[in-house]
């Protein structure tokens, strides 16, 4: 008999989108989250069902892991010490004996973040998986930590002309899903670099997102001590801007300009465009921009 997909953070920019590819497919899925009213919100059709889920609360694992056999996994934003909370929930599903395959959204140049750590985890559970690295989302502009900025129409980042080949967490769900129902274990124990089409700068993205607003987005070329500092003051936890300081100094050593095939090969469609990324999200037909 099949097992349902547990999606963790299923409530997520990456997580809903896994969700919505894996009910394309006609699976069972249960979204693990914390927070139950924001399920409801986005309406998921009748074959997935919420789950209250915390890491930080061995009570809610029973009920999220009954039934299951494959689970998506992430870790929380930004954390810089991910296996405080993640080690146990991976010797859970190591010691359940019935998880056939986890894949687990980790990040482009793991090697040099505290999300490796979750990558040996795994790989030490002797459980099959499949580590999806994605670089920066383009749903950063609309969900994540540049929304608030862009919205007084301007981005600021310590990167210069640096590139990056930023990825939509559209075809990360649909890489994920693709994994999660892959059945020969091709995939298994594999690790998949994941990128947009093509690099792009932070200046060549305010081009393209005053084209299609019809207002001036001006990009800030600040200091890294400068960035962190702007961080801090609006709450963010030092550990958390440290991660994201490291992530910037990958863009600026280069690491994160190389288009890698792994959208084409587990879904056999080209990944979006930042061009269309950015026309379907803030162009005036579109949802409310800047």
């Not at 899925?29 to 399920?39: P, T, Y």
Request: glycine share 8%.
């Amino acid at each position: 008999m099949v097992g349902k997909i547990l999606v963790i953070g299923g409530t997520g920019s990456c997580g809903r989108n896994v969700v919505k590819q894996l009910e394309k497919k006609g699976q069972s899925v249960l979204v693990a989250a914390r927070d139950e009213k924001k399920f409801k919100e986005m309406k998921f059709g009748k074959n997935t069902t919420f789950v209250k889920f915390d890491f930080n609360s061995k009570d809610t694992w029973k009920c999220a892991l009954d039934g299951v056999d494959r689970v998506f996994l992430m870790a929380l934003p930004l954390d810089d010490t991910p296996e405080k909370s993640m080690e146990p929930f991976i010797n859970e599903l190591k010691q359940s004996k019935k998880i056939k395959k986890i894949v687990f959204l980790s990040v482009l140049n793991a090697e040099r973040f505290p999300i490796i750590k979750i990558e040996t985890l795994i790989k030490d559970s002797g459980i099959p998986y499949s580590f999806l690295r994605p670089p920066f989302f383009m749903e950063n502009l609309t969900d994540g930590f540049m929304k608030d900025e862009l919205k007084q129409g301007s981005l600021s980042a310590p990167v210069g002309d640096h590139a990056t080949a930023w990825i939509s967490t559209q075809d990360i769900g649909d890489c994920a899903a693709s994994l999660l129902l892959e059945e020969s274990g091709k995939y298994d124990n594999q690790v998949i670099n994941i990128t947009g089409p093509a690099p792009i700068t932070y200046p060549q993205i305010c081009q393209l997102l005053s084209k299609y607003t019809g207002k001036n987005v001006k990009y800030n070329d600040v200091k890294p001590a400068d960035f962190n500092k702007a961080c801090l003051s609006k709450g963010m936890p030092q550990g958390s801007v440290q991660y994201l300081a490291d992530l910037f100094q990958a863009v600026v050593d280069d690491k994160t300009n190389t288009v890698h095939m792994g959208v084409q090969q587990l879904t056999g469609h080209q990944p979006k465009s930042f061009e269309c990324f950015i026309q379907e999200s803030f162009a005036s037909s579109a949802r409310p921009g800047i």
